[in-house]
């Protein structure tokens, strides 16, 4: 709810007073989108070596969820923030591997001696994962992740994407084996339904060569739902500050999305989440709780 319509001291203000703290500052968000719009511009250029696989660029994960939080410095640590790119190509997955595609999209990137420069740094710190290609900007918190895609055959309305499978880049594979399924947009357009504003999302992502990110909310406006997420977000960040097997976003924003029940307190929103995930969590032990991808549910 606006914050003008909050009590002052009750919970309520209290969390709208942190999501307001936790959103990117408008200089951050500017930054990041003139970063990608950059890289796009770089992917999609005409008359470039990529120009035949016809690449289209857009913004994927919390920067299209609207569910990004500012960088965080704890004990010497860094939490930064980032955004996904979807660099979508005209690639047939059956007759050629997705090592194939992730080595053009490089070598366009590195072609710019900045984007060289950045990729390079980020090999430094976190090594080469083969599923996407990281650019980093250390000095202000922030990486860019470029992911390499080709749409998947298989889904007739053209929007579920294949993207590389490192694990199986091997001699022996076979082309479509190289490859794992990904469906961004849906995902999107889910949290959308599950924010309860509708979703014309998917639509709109199907057209420019670089698709605009989506604007910057300020958080008295943002859906309840997102900023739970948020809030999350921010608690992850901090109890598991260093650890390579903290929960990820993808993770959280659907549990959150499942067991959200269209609240318009944040508290009770977050009560309501919270009580949830903890009940499905007691409910699989001794085993691991179940979190199937909900765009699954909207493919065809």
Sequence with gaps: MPATALKIGTLDDYLDRICEEIQLRQTQFITAVRRYTAVGKQLTERESPLERLS???????????????????LSKQVVPYDIDTVCRCDFDPYSKTSQSLYGSVLARLVANVDFQKRIE?????????????????TDDDFYLDVV???????????????????????????PIETWRRTDPFRFAAWLQVRCEVGHRLVEKRAVASVAPVPPQEEA?????????????????????LGDKCRPTSIMLTTLAGRHYRGE?????????????????????????????????????
């Excluded at 740094?121 to 900007?137: H, M």
């Excluded at 008295?220 to 598991?240: G, N, S, W």
């Excluded at 318009?264 to 969590?281: H, P, R």
């Design 220 to 240: 008295d406006v943002k859906a309840p739902l997102r900023r739970v997420v948020q809030l999350l977000k921010r608690v992850r960040d901090v109890e598991f």
């Design 264 to 300: 318009e307190s944040i508290a009770d929103g977050l009560e309501t989440v919270v009580n949830g995930i903890a009940s499905q969590i007691n409910a699989s032990r001794p085993g691991r709780i179940a979190v199937p991808n909900p765009a699954d549910e909207l493919a065809p």
């Design 148 to 174: 390499p895609t080709c749409k998947d055959p298989s889904d007739a309305e053209g929007i579920r994407l294949y993207m590389c499978n490192p694990d199986r880049w091997t001699s022996f594979a076979k």
């Design 55 to 73: 690449p289209a660029v857009f913004p994927q994960g919390s920067m299209l969820q609207r569910t990004t939080i500012r960088p965080m410095r």
């Design 121 to 137: 740094e980020a090999k430094k710190e976190l090594g080469t994962s083969g599923k996407c290609i990281r650019l980093a900007y």
